[in-house]
């Protein structure tokens, strides 16, 4: 009795300190159990009324999908309120088979995963959804949520798969084809939204109405370069509506890339007569195009209907002109045209300038070339590599050699000002020097080039080969090869060439010869057949017949040679009276099939019959019988 009043004073003292949480659980418990009463009982009984509604519906055994119930888009719009995210993880093979289940579930997972989607609908096709038996309107809207959700999330593959099995079920609608096309322009899938098109169209009850959607396709074939395309499309949006000034920019933009200046002068009539404002891009274009089909006579009649307008012509549109004017060699009119420019309160560019000294550079004017170059420098106009080195090169073509290293003097002493030389002025400036004899202003070029940094090219270190040559430096030519080869330059065949005629002039056949056995496959070059021709010509010229005999050899081993090259060795020979040369060329010839002509066999044989050279006669014969030419002798 002791220990049980002991343990139940305890109890009591216990229940009595936890007094406060036992009340709060107490009333937690009441709580609960009042909601459960009041709130599941209804909830139970509507979930059993939505049951029996969906199973009268699809029918007791749950397969038919179209059994007597309400409308489609009633029964789908109810059916996507009672369905929630873990209803379409793992759905069942019967639900599968419902078309209506099939495009809540689509609907939902398009929001965010578009490539489930996409999954789920090839599931759906797998356990056997018919969807060509359902209305089409639900399948309308199955395929326009799949095919745009695609296109959205760039699944442009599963897009064209999707649409072609629109395609074989119903037919891509007007609907989808508008929205396929606009969101591909929107996205910048410009090619992807010609091909939609294209496949779409294909179908004669698809007739597209909207102008937006033309106005799309003509963008998309502009931006991908389809001009051949862009007039139909421009047709049809003149059916459905007015063009905008967008519109006709891209007509202007397709006009210039083709050249039709008759098209960019129509547009531009079009534009003013439908009151569209045309910007400076839109008239400048337009001026481009009439330039480049050097119709400059229409390009200053647009020019003086721009300048109607405030604002409208500027100095890209001058300099467009200029730069035509300049091509067609009117030197007076480049000159008339930078006065007017600046009577109209426009100040010239560096292009402006730029175009002058070309045109005066071509028309080999160059006083009037300094004349510009100085008015220039007085102006206070910024300079640039490229205006210093295009009168480098003017002077360098008119072999003024020292004007030209001035200018370049000049241009270093600059540099502060942003316009050091670059690879093509040093390029300019080494080849008019090793053209005048010049190789130690060459050199000294080269190697100021290489202390600015300028990796030079293999057209300047041929240039400096070639100043060898001038100067009979074979030695010097192969310091520079070593250091063209180490400085990682790949030389090609003018390279080759250049040494070809080095070594003939300084009668070194034998480094002629090896050079070509062993430099170019040493760098992966193809050799040319004029190579060989060329240094079997030097060594025949010096009545080096056994050298010619090698030349010719590593042509055969090396390159494909033809009935001209044999004519040119030939014809050679025979003007040298080298007869015996000549027969053996013509016996290799033979033994590989080569191709010769007729008429070269038959002067090499009228030759030695001439000159009564019976043996050589005789091997002619067997030779074209060889190459199947008969009754030479004839």
């Known amino acids: 009795m002791t220990l049980l009043a002991n ?21 937690f ?21 939505t049951a029996a509604k969906r199973h009268d519906a699809l029918g007791a055994d749950g397969g038919g999908a179209y059994g007597a119930s309400s409308p489609p888009a009633k029964r789908h719009s109810s059916m996507g309120r009672a369905r929630h995210a873990g209803d379409f993880q793992h759905p069942t093979a019967a639900q599968l088979r419902q078309v209506d289940w099939v495009l809540a579930a689509v609907q939902h997972f398009c929001r965010l995963q578009a490539p489930r989607a996409v999954v789920l609908y090839r599931e759906a096709l797998q356990a056997g959804l018919e969807v060509q038996e359902a209305p089409e309107a639900v399948t309308a809207q199955l395929f326009m949520v799949l095919v745009t959700s695609s296109i959205r999330a760039g699944l442009i593959d599963d897009a064209f798969s999707l649409l072609r099995d629109c395609h074989k079920v119903q037919g891509v609608t007007p609907a989808l084809l508008t929205s396929c096309i606009k ?31 033309w106005s799309c396709l003509l963008f998309s074939a ?32 397709c006009a210039f890339a083709e050249g039709d200046w008759k098209l960019a002068l129509g547009t531009t009539q079009k534009m003013l007569k439908a009151g569209l404002d045309i910007d400076s891009v839109a008239y400048n274009t337009a001026l481009a195009t009439c330039v480049a089909a050097n119709k400059i006579s229409e390009a200053r009649a647009l020019l003086e209907l721009m300048e109607l307008t405030d604002g409208i012509a500027d100095v890209v549109t001058y300099n467009t002109l200029s730069k035509g004017y300049a091509k067609a060699g009117c030197l007076d009119e480049c ?50 590599t490229v205006l210093y080195t295009t009168l480098i090169k003017g002077f360098a ?16 002493s600059n540099r502060e000002t942003g316009a050091p030389p670059d690879l093509i002025t040093f390029s300019i400036l080494i080849k008019a020097n090793c053209d005048a004899g010049r190789m130690e202003d060459a050199l000294a070029l080269l190697k100021a080039m290489r202390e600015a940094g300028i990796c030079p090219d293999e057209v300047v270190f041929n240039s400096l080969l070639g100043g060898c040559i001038r100067e009979a430096k074979p030695e010097l030519a192969k310091h520079l090869y070593s250091t063209m080869v180490v400085s990682g330059v790949k030389p090609s065949n003018a390279t080759f ?55 010719y050899t590593l042509l055969l081993s090396s390159c494909t040679s033809n009935a001209a090259t044999h004519s ?26 080569g191709r010769v002509s007729a008429s070269d066999v038959m002067q090499l044989r009228d030759i030695t019959v001439r000159k009564r050279k019976t043996a050589c006669t005789e091997a002619i014969d067997r030779a074209a019988a060889t190459l199947g030419l008969s009754n030479l002798s004839a």
């Open 29 to 49: 418990m009441l709580l609960w159990g009042a909601s459960r009463l009041f709130c599941e009982r209804p909830n139970l009984r509507n979930s059993k009324a």
């Open 183 to 213: 969101l591909c322009t929107s996205k910048q899938y410009f090619k992807e939204c010609l091909s939609i098109y294209d496949f779409g169209s294909k179908d004669a009850k698809v007739l597209v109405k909207d102008p937006t959607v």
């Open 397 to 412: 073509r008119g072999e003024e050699v020292d004007q030209a290293m001035q200018v370049y003097r000049q241009m270093c």
């Open 568 to 593: 040119s060795l030939l014809n050679m020979c025979c003007k040298l009276n080298m007869l015996d040369t000549a027969v053996e060329i013509l016996e290799l010839a033979a033994a590989s099939r």
């Open 335 to 384: 000159f008339a045209l930078t006065k007017h420019m600046k009577s109209k309160g426009i100040t010239p560019s560096q292009v402006t300038y730029g175009i002058l000294l070309d045109c005066c550079i071509n028309e080999k004017q160059m006083e009037m070339a300094h004349e510009v170059f100085n008015e220039m420098v007085a102006g206070g106009l910024p300079m640039n």
């Open 7 to 27: 343990t139940t004073g305890y109890v009591l003292e216990v229940i009595h300190a936890l007094r406060v949480e036992l009340g709060f659980l107490v009333t």
């Open 222 to 253: 502009v931006e991908t370069r389809s001009y051949r395309r862009c007039v139909g499309f421009y047709e049809q949006l003149q059916r459905c509506g007015t063009p905008s000034g967008k519109d006709c920019t891209n007509m202007l933009r």
């Open 497 to 551: 060439s250049i040494f070809i005629r080095l070594y003939a002039q300084s009668k070194l056949f034998d480094e002629a010869l090896e050079m070509l056995r062993t430099e170019p496959k040493a760098h992966n070059v193809e050799p040319e057949a004029r190579l060989f021709v060329q240094l079997a010509q030097a060594c025949l010229r010096e009545r080096q017949g056994r050298r010619a005999i090698q030349a």
